[in-house]
């Protein structure tokens, strides 16, 4: 079974950078994703970003692109979300999901693990 540990959270002030990092219990074969999505007080949870093994190609949402990066390295089995020029709406609880087949990176329906998730708090 995949386990995944989300780490790196915190508080930090506006303008300020974060690295999440999200370690996998065992290896990630090629062919699979991995996603963050957040989730704020009161709000649905959201995507982030999504990393692809498959190619190293990476999807962002409007609201982070320029600001958020996410990488990936095979070796650790660990997936990076390293965010800048944080925004006190960037606070939420961030979870890290691995992708369970296709190209459904956007919704959760494309996911099928997820971690426990770090807190991120943003403050002005």
């Known amino acids: 079974q995949v386990q995944l540990v989300e780490s790196g959270g915190g508080l930090v002030q506006a303008g300020g950078s974060l690295r999440l990092s999200c370690a996998a219990s065992r290896r990630i074969l090629r062919g699979y994703f991995i996603g963050w999505f957040r989730q704020a007080p009161g709000k649905e949870r959201e995507f982030v970003a999504a990393?692809?093994?498959?190619?190293?190609?990476?999807y962002y949402a409007d609201s982070v692109k320029g600001r958020f990066t996410i990488s990936g390295d095979n070796a650790k089995n660990t997936v990076y979300l390293q965010m800048n020029s944080l925004k006190p709406e960037d606070t939420a609880v961030y979870y890290c999901?691995?992708?369970?087949?296709?190209?459904?990176?956007?919704?959760?329906?494309?996911?099928?693990?997820w971690g426990r998730g770090t807190q991120v708090t943003v403050s002005s």
């Open positions: 999901a691995r992708g369970s087949s296709g190209t459904d990176y956007y919704t959760e329906a494309g996911y099928d693990y």
């Open positions: 990393f692809t093994w498959n190619g190293y190609s990476t």
